[in-house]
């Protein structure tokens, strides 16, 4: 599930136009032709995994763990074999990493036991194995196979949303809106496009909207222009506190008593 806050996709901008959709990919694609994942993996096997484990975590903190794991296991066996106590052993400083380490090793057994060790080039058929989604599917299509489909993370949830390019409640409204829109030549590395936008330059707290290479197209109203700091509002001094006047009642009694004790002497 995709995690947002108001902040990020609201108030909800003017869905943008084909026109301007295809500007926004030229921008893109000129800044950089040919985008990569930032996920380690050596073949389609350790990218279903690479990616199951991404899920609630860094791309960096995932590539600590299997940079080491993935040259003892890199393969369906290998990774069966160590054990799901093994394992939970590389990838504990992931979060969920016990039940994402069951899932590994029970993903790994099925690809063994129904599909000959290898990974399916479907989605259908990718989704069957354990902690695979629809995202993690799309990933691996994309990035294994070529395929052009479109994986909608937590950035490009927010991207699509706070640009107008497709606005959606729920990653799979923005997934099938950016499938419409996006020009069918960009969509091949349009995921990758739009997860490193979001990762680096439209961020959730504060887009850094000033260094944007599409800002002029885009349906954002809270934008932020520039990258200095607001500075820090000055406390205010208190005052000190100021000695009770006495009341006119207060000072008649002082009188009275002083003019009795004159009298007395």
Known sequence: ??????????????????????????????ADPSPQTELFFKNPFTLVVAVALSAQATDEGVNKATKTLFQIADTPEKMAALGEKKLGGYIKTIGLWRNKAKNVILLSQKLIDEFDSIVPQTREELETLPGVGRKTANVVLNVAFGQPTMAVDTHIFRVGNRTGLAP????????????????????????HWLILHGRYICKARKPECWRCGIEDLCGFTNKVMSDEKPKPKKAKKKLANTPKLRTTATKKSTKKKTVKRKAKI
Do not use: Y
Request: no cysteine.
């Open 168 to 191: 959606g409640k729920n990653p799979l409204e923005v997934e099938l809106g950016l499938e419409k829109i996006i020009p069918d030549d960009f969509m091949l590395h349009a995921h």
């Open 1 to 30: 599930m995709v995690a947002t806050t108001p902040t990020e996709i609201s108030p909800m901008p003017r869905k943008m136009t084909r026109k301007n959709a295809r500007v926004l990919f030229e921008r893109l694609s000129q």
